[in-house]
């Protein structure tokens, strides 16, 4: 309802001031009402001005002198890249794209990392087909398949190594037992190069998801801390990835976040009138784990309504914090503790003001890191300029620098030298005092220079009461070798 300023300015400076009776065509109805509100002037919004301004814009090139049409079919895609900029355009550190694409890569190399081990496993049991009874987790296997390699080489001297890698005295003794008693067949050294370098692959997805486990719990504290402190960084993505950003998280009702990831289930329900699934991606944290059977499908909804209060703090707080999440999951935590042992909950109301107090102060806190962070980026940045500045004078003018330095100190000591000539010869006469005051008045030395000539007066001056206390001093001890004469 409030008309923005340039339209306003435009409608002002472009039509008269005291005649009212002016009719506008305006597209938009909301518009043409804020201009009657604000302005005065009648607006039409009927279906002829959407005509006469489709006219208008197909023959705008025609109509407007120096626009050709295909410097206006310019100017319609400039604009529209713009405005799809500007839509796009948010804050770098907040986007959720980022945590789309890294939960959806984290799913990807979990199936690729359990396909590739469990190839693995199948090549390297032919030889020792004892190590997966002993060792059933995949990395761990690959690690000592690629470390044993032929399993008659392994010795004594190889317990120290599948020790550190498996982390358990007895169960490397227990691969050192296997290996001497295998049944399994003999392999060619070509064949356990080929494992060996298979399994080093398998070892490096391995590591590279702990990085990107690590680069996602980074990106969500930044996007959705208040989520992630909720119901964890995993699911929280996951949470956003199906719901495509985090504005249409935010968007979705608690009953949608509840069955989120459960729709063939919900569908099928439905089709065969039966029952409705509780839970859908939520179903992986832990607090409905934790829960009672019978209690799963309450906890599974209270937990969607705090996961969606979080999403939308996460997602419309301009500085966000953990705060809000670490309360809802207290108050997550209580709410089982009451279906468990019947102990009532703090009330949310509460719970939210304290919230708030503690919110504020965190935030008050990020901002003040914020502006000393932006303060100390403006000192370097200015400091930089002229270190710049410096450099391009001197590769302007190489040596002046050095020579006005050389240049200033004789200049001193001929200024301290006509100091001193004028001090001891001052003129009696009044008038030649004063012309001369008139030319150090219109000839004044510079700042640096005058405290140089003061300094001088100064060590005369006290020269001269040296001298006469030195008078006084002969003058005394006449007199006491006269008294004592």
């Known amino acids: 309802g409030v008309l923005h300023e340039d339209l306003r300015l435009l409608l002002e400076t472009s039509l008269p001031a005291k005649k009212k009776k002016v009719l506008l065509g305006v597209a938009d109805a909301k518009i043409g009402a804020a201009i009657l509100e604000e302005l005065g002037y009648q607006c039409q919004t009927g279906g002829v001005v959407a005509e006469i301004l489709r006219g208008i814009r197909l023959h705008f090139h025609a109509l407007v002198k120096g626009l050709t049409a295909q410097s206006a079919s310019k100017a319609q895609l400039g604009l529209g890249h713009s405005y799809s900029r500007a839509k796009v355009k948010f804050n770098v550190n907040r986007v959720d794209n980022m945590i789309i694409q890294s939960i959806s890569l984290l799913d990807q190399l979990d199936k690729d990392i359990n396909t590739f081990s469990m190839r693995v496993r199948e090549w390297y049991?032919?030889?020792?087909p004892e190590l997966i009874k002993i060792v059933p987790e995949n990395s761990m296997y690959c690690?000592?398949?690629?470390?044993?390699g032929n399993r008659k080489e392994l010795s004594e001297e190889s317990l120290e190594g599948l020790e550190e890698i498996i982390m358990d005295a007895a169960k490397a003794q227990a691969i050192l037992e296997?290996?001497?008693s295998s049944m399994g067949m003999d392999i060619s050294p070509l064949d356990l190069i080929n494992i060996e370098s298979f399994s080093s692959r398998v070892i490096s997805l391995c590591e590279y998801r702990k990085g990107l486990q690590e680069y996602l719990r980074s990106k969500m504290s930044q996007v959705a801390p208040s989520l992630s402190a909720l119901i964890g960084e995993v699911v929280g993505a996951r949470l956003i990835s199906h719901a495509g950003s985090l504005t249409n998280l935010a968007k979705y009702p608690a009953s949608t976040?509840?069955?989120?990831?459960?729709?063939?289930?919900?569908?099928r329900a439905l089709k065969t009138r039966g029952?409705?699934?509780?839970?859908?991606l939520i179903f992986h944290s832990t607090f409905i784990g934790r829960a009672a059977a019978k209690n799963k499908g309450r906890i599974s909804r209270y937990l969607a309504n705090k996961c969606t209060i979080a999403s939308r703090i996460d997602c419309f707080s301009e500085v966000p914090t953990s705060v809000f999440g670490d309360k809802l999951r207290e108050q997550v935590e209580e709410r089982l503790a009451f279906y468990e042992t019947g102990e009532p909950p703090r009330k949310n109301l509460e719970v939210m003001k304290e919230a708030m107090a503690e919110a504020s102060e965190v935030v008050a806190e990020v901002?003040?890191?914020?502006e000393k962070k932006e303060k100390k980026r403006k000192k370097r940045e200015k400091r930089r300029l002229e270190a710049l500045a410096a450099a391009a004078e001197e590769a302007e003018h190489p040596g002046v620098g050095s020579h006005q330095e050389n240049d200033v100190e004789p200049k001193k000591k001929k200024k301290k030298k006509k100091k001193e000539q004028e001090v001891e010869s001052e003129p009696e006469e009044n008038?030649?005092?004063?012309?001369?005051?008139?030319?150090e008045e219109e000839e004044a030395p510079p700042k640096k220079k005058r405290k140089v000539a003061v300094e001088a007066d100064q060590e005369e001056e006290e020269e001269e009461e040296e001298g006469e206390k030195k008078k006084k001093r002969k003058k005394k001890k006449k007199a006491r070798d006269e008294e004592d004469e």
């Open 125 to 128: 049991g032919y030889h020792f």
């Open 143 to 148: 690690r000592l398949a690629k470390f044993i």
């Open 178 to 180: 296997a290996s001497r």
């Open 257 to 267: 976040v509840q069955i989120l990831g459960a729709e063939k289930a919900l569908f």
């Open 275 to 280: 029952n409705t699934p509780k839970y859908g």
């Open 367 to 370: 901002k003040r890191k914020q």
């Open 431 to 439: 008038g030649l005092v004063e012309e001369e005051e008139e030319e």
